[in-house]
Each structure stands twice: as structure tokens, then as C-alpha cells.
């Protein structure tokens, strides 16, 4: 009993000293003036046109004969099937480390790699020790250089990555194959990956905490495929029957493009004015902000604005093949926490909601629509793996420097 009580009194006499310290401390930062802390954002670039553009649907993750695991998925394969279900654009991002950093000589040098119809982005997948990323753009560039700074120090890849002029995303961010370097050297997230759905619960985590901290990196999408299916019986592997479950779409990325090029594709992906659906034939979640509440919505996805104070009204338009009787559910998150759950039907299912943005610091919000799962013939297993989940949106933001 007595080891208790002395324990009991050391304990107080400990705290006693600690609140002491404490509160010297309090008392000798007094005048600290936090150099970090959130101020008025007077200079954002103006919203681009809200009706000057197109929707293009595309996949943003998928591998060729040149990837080492992939089977009977040659490049014009992929291209006559993405043409065959309405892809506008692809980016075939073969295992650079399949070939030493090539990509080049091989994905890109393909004489298959060539399309009239589907839009064809230069990448691939930066496979490291630290994690796997994916490099998007408009045309050719030294892949060699970035791979050859997969070790290095997250400043020098930055630098490298900046002097290429390449859009670099983060793939599948959490689990085995993580992304294990610095999130400031990238304009992206792979936050929905492959038809399974359940599997990116970490991944939107990750981009929930980014989003809060500041940095503005696009969610989009990768089916990840790396199996085509075979064109006779003796050509199968084990892996053929994930042709019918995880292709081309599954999910799809769409963005809202200047025009039907690659480079305003990847602009679209950087800007965020990007949505993600569970395949190419469901519904797209598009995501509206009227900031004066006139009627006629004045910004979305991807969109940063200075906020003013006053209440915004948001709206939530599900587009696309719907089924007419259906009812689905729209949650929104504001600053990575649920905010609230809309339901709605109808043909084209609309729902709007209003919130006051803070006048200081930080503000986002984004939707997910969950409801009946979109047939995909073309990858019919595509379906029970998605589940209920029907589409993403980026973001609106608030306040973002665009410095950061």
C-alpha cells in the first residue's frame, strides 16, 4: 500500500512540475506569430468556361505484351477494344523496369502503337523498390531519366520529373505496391484501382489526408488490366479469366477537356475536372457550385475559388445511362468527413445542397454516388466486383493556394 500511495504522490508531484513547465512555456511563446497560419488568398486564376469543352472517357492504367506478366494483350488489342466500347483515350503503361527504363524502344515503338479514333497518351509505370507511379503525357519524352532516378532522393526525381514536363500519379498508394515517396512530387492519385472497389478504402484515405493538408492532387482511376483474352483455346493462361472481370474501363476516368487531344487531356487530369465511373456505360457524376446562388452554377470539379463567407449552393447531377426507377445515394465529404446523404431518382438524377465555406483556411468537398450497378457485356464480372458503387467527382475547393 505504501509503494501505491508513494506512486499516487510521485505522479502528482510529476504532473505538477509538468504543468509547470507547461505553462512557462505558454507564458514565453506569448508573442509566437505562426508564420504558416491560413491568410486571405487575393490572387486565384479565374474558372475556366464551364460549357467550352468536351467529356472524354478514358483509362488511365493498363499493360501490353511489353509487361512481362501481362498475356494475350498485344497494343492493337487493347485499341480495337477500347474503340469497340466508346474509350476516347488510353494511356498504355507498360512495367518500366520490364525493360530497363526503355519504354521507348518498346511500348512506344510498337507498331501497333497508333490509333485514328482512341487518343494515345505516352507513359508508363515507374515500378520501384518504393512504390509504383504512373507518367502521363501528350507526347514522347526521356522516360530513361526517370527511371534512372528511382533511388534517388524525392528532390532530384522532383526536378527531373519538373524538367520532363510529365504528369506524374500516384498508383494504387496503399498495400504491397504502395507509393512510398513524397506526394508533392506528384499532380495525382490512383484512388479508384481495378473493377474491386472494396480494395481502395486506404487509397481514398490517403487522398482525404492530402486534401487537408493542402495539396490539390486529382483522384482518377486505372483498371490496372493486364490480361486480354485469348483468340484461341491454346493460347489461355490462368490469368485469362480476368478479361471478363478487370479491362479496359473498369473503372473509367473522365475529364472534361478543352478540346479532343492528349495534351488537354492531361491538362484536364492535372486542373481536376475529373470524374471517375465503375465502367465506360455508367452514369458520370458531374459536380456544380453556385457561389451567389443565382441559379446558374459558376464553378466545378477541379475548381479553386477565393471563398467570401456566404453561404454556396451545391449541385449533384448524375449523367449518363441511368436506370429511370432507381434510387441512388449521393455522399458528400467536406474536409475529409461525411457532411451528408442525398437520395435521388429520375432519369437524370439531380440533388443540391448548401454550405458556407469557411471564409478562412481550407474548404472541399466531393461526392461519391453508390446505386444499381451499369451491365458491362464487353466485361460482364466487372460488375459484382464494383459492387454498388457507381462514381467519384474530384473535388471543389476553397481557399488552395495555388502555390503550395
Known amino acids: ?5 508513494n506512486s499516487i504522490l510521485t505522479g502528482m ?34 474558372v475556366a468556361s464551364l460549357t467550352t ?23 492493337a488489342k487493347i485499341i480495337a477494344f477500347s474503340r469497340s466500347v466508346g474509350i476516347d483515350y488510353i494511356c498504355i503503361t507498360d512495367h518500366d523496369n520490364h525493360v530497363e527504363g526503355d519504354v521507348a524502344n518498346n511500348t512506344w515503338a510498337d507498331p501497333e502503337f497508333r490509333s485514328d479514333s482512341v487518343l494515345l ?25 526517370l527511371y534512372d532516378v528511382r533511388d534517388q532522393r524525392d528532390v532530384v526525381i ?26 508533392d512530387i506528384i499532380e495525382s492519385i490512383e484512388v479508384w484501382n481495378s473493377a474491386i472497389w472494396s480494395k481502395n478504402e486506404n487509397a481514398i484515405m490517403i487522398w482525404d489526408d492530402m486534401l487537408s493538408s493542402g495539396r490539390k492532387l486529382t483522384g482518377r482511376g486505372g483498371s490496372d488490366a493486364h490480361h486480354g483474352t485469348p483468340d484461341t483455346p491454346d493460347k489461355a493462361t490462368k490469368n485469362s479469366v480476368q478479361a471478363k472481370a478487370n479491362y479496359v474501363g473498369t473503372p473509367t476516368t473522365w475529364v472534361f477537356a478543352t478540346a479532343r487531344t492528349p495534351q488537354a487531356v492531361v491538362d484536364a487530369l492535372t486542373n481536376g475536372r475529373v470524374a471517375v465511373s465503375a465502367n465506360p456505360y455508367a452514369p458520370r457524376v458531374e459536380f456544380y457550385a453556385d457561389l451567389d446562388q443565382d441559379g446558374k452554377m459558376d464553378m466545378m470539379m477541379g475548381d479553386n475559388v477565393r471563398s467570401t463567407g456566404k453561404a454556396v ?9 441511368t436506370v429511370p426507377d432507381a434510387s441512388y445515394t449521393i455522399s458528400v ?20 445542397f448548401t454550405d458556407t465555406p469557411a471564409a478562412l483556411g481550407r474548404t472541399y468537398y466531393r461526392v461519391t454516388v453508390e446505386g ?32 503550395f
Open 121 to 145: 497518351l505516352y507513359g508508363a509505370e515507374w515500378t520501384t523498390t518504393r512504390g509504383h507511379g504512373n507518367a502521363f503525357s501528350a507526347k514522347p519524352y526521356d522516360h530513361q531519366r
Open 313 to 321: 449552393k451545391f449541385r449533384v447531377q448524375v449523367t449518363g445511362n
Open 1 to 5: 500500500m505504501m509503494f501505491r500511495n
Open 333 to 352: 465529404v467536406k474536409n475529409g468527413n461525411k457532411f451528408d446523404s442525398l437520395h435521388v431518382t429520375g432519369k437524370t438524377p439531380v440533388a443540391e
Open 13 to 46: 508531484a510529476y504532473t505538477g512540475v509538468l504543468m509547470g513547465c507547461i505553462s512557462s512555456a505558454a507564458l514565453a511563446q506569448s508573442g509566437h506569430s505562426n508564420p504558416w497560419a491560413p491568410t486571405v488568398i487575393n490572387m486565384l486564376p479565374p
Open 158 to 183: 522532383g526536378a527531373v520529373k519538373k524538367q520532363l514536363g510529365i504528369h506524374l500519379s500516384a498508383n494504387h498508394p496503399s498495400g504491397k505496391d504502395h507509393f512510398g515517396y513524397s506526394y
Open 53 to 75: 469543352g468536351v467529356w472524354l472517357k478514358g483509362d488511365l492504367h493498363l499493360h501490353s505484351r511489353h509487361s512481362k506478366e501481362s498475356s494475350n494483350n498485344p497494343v
Open 372 to 403: 444499381p450497378a451499369t451491365p458491362y457485356p464487353q466485361v460482364p464480372g466487372s460488375m459484382a466486383l464494383s459492387g454498388n458503387m457507381v462514381g467519384l467527382s474530384n473535388p471543389i475547393y476553397f481557399n488552395f493556394d495555388p502555390n
